[in-house]
């Protein structure tokens, strides 16, 4: 680690006290929260251990800062008050910058570009996505979400049903009681190419990328007063870009560069 990155970690460590603890090495322990619930992002393994995109970019990001990590699981709804409420320092689950969300914490630079999309069966025969065409039609998203915010506020007309988690919205698309979903792109793509389940359904229309919605790219969140810590984390994570390690790990899940959104 260069000097200036370490000095920035030991500023918000023995500063602004971001981090759980400070070990006898010297060795901050950096908390992260995450979802796991939103594969490929982020998940639990059939051991019961929390793996993913977002988590194997977090733990880079600890190995960069010398920090030692500390993984949290957290409900969706929950994750930004939780935040605040110090049960940890650092969001690393996907979120999209927004304005709305930047009233509450401070975001990282981001470490993915964002869009939505709407998905539906192989079958339908839905091909106007517009809220006159979906007028009464029943569309699903996972609730507290972007996706979420978008169908509420542009789909009036139509029958907007908001679940606890993704898969709980995959399911029901699934299982026939939705005629579409709004989704993150990534992992929708991810879900309908390589899942048993997604099989069955397709990504349609144009690509959703009002920046109202989608903000500008993913990000991790932090408190505000945690400026220290956000300057340190943008540093490692310019570092794992430059030297490779963040293109390793977006192609042990994607075949979409997450950066660019290009194949």
């Known amino acids: 680690m260069n000097k200036t990155l370490r000095s920035l970690l030991l500023c918000a460590s023995f500063g602004a006290l971001p981090f759980a603890a400070v070990q006898a090495s010297d060795e901050p322990t950096l908390r992260l929260a995450t979802e796991g619930a939103y594969p490929p992002f982020n998940y639990y393994t059939a051991d019961g251990q929390l793996a993913g995109f977002d988590i194997e970019i977090g733990k880079a ?12 699981a957290q409900d969706w709804d929950g994750i930004i008050p939780a935040l605040l409420g110090r049960k940890y320092d650092v969001i690393i689950a996907s979120m999209f910058i927004t304005e709305e969300r930047r009233q509450m914490v401070a975001f990282s630079d981001p470490y993915q570009k964002s869009a939505m999309t709407f998905v539906v069966a192989k079958d339908s025969e839905l091909k106007d996505f517009s809220p006159a065409a979906l ?41 026939g009681r939705l005629d579409a979903q709004v989704g993150d792109m990534i992992p929708m793509l991810d879900w309908t190419q390589k899942s048993t389940d997604g099989s069955c359904c397709r990504l349609a229309g144009e690509p959703i990328s009002d920046p109202k919605y989608v903000g500008e790219g993913v990000g991790m969140a932090l408190r505000k007063e945690d400026e220290p810590l956000r300057l340190a984390l943008n540093q490692a994570l310019a570092s794992i870009i430059a030297d490779g390690t963040y293109q390793a790990i977006n192609d042990k899940f994607f075949s979409v560069n997450l950066l660019t959104l290009e194949q």
């Open 61 to 72: 990001l600890c190995e960069r800062m010398q920090a030692q990590c500390s993984l949290v």
């Open 135 to 175: 007028a009464g039609k029943t569309i699903g998203a996972q609730g507290a979400t972007t996706q979420a915010d978008y169908l509420m506020a542009m789909f009036p007309g139509s029958d907007v049903r908001l679940y606890p988690t993704q898969d709980a919205v995959n399911l029901d698309l699934v299982s």
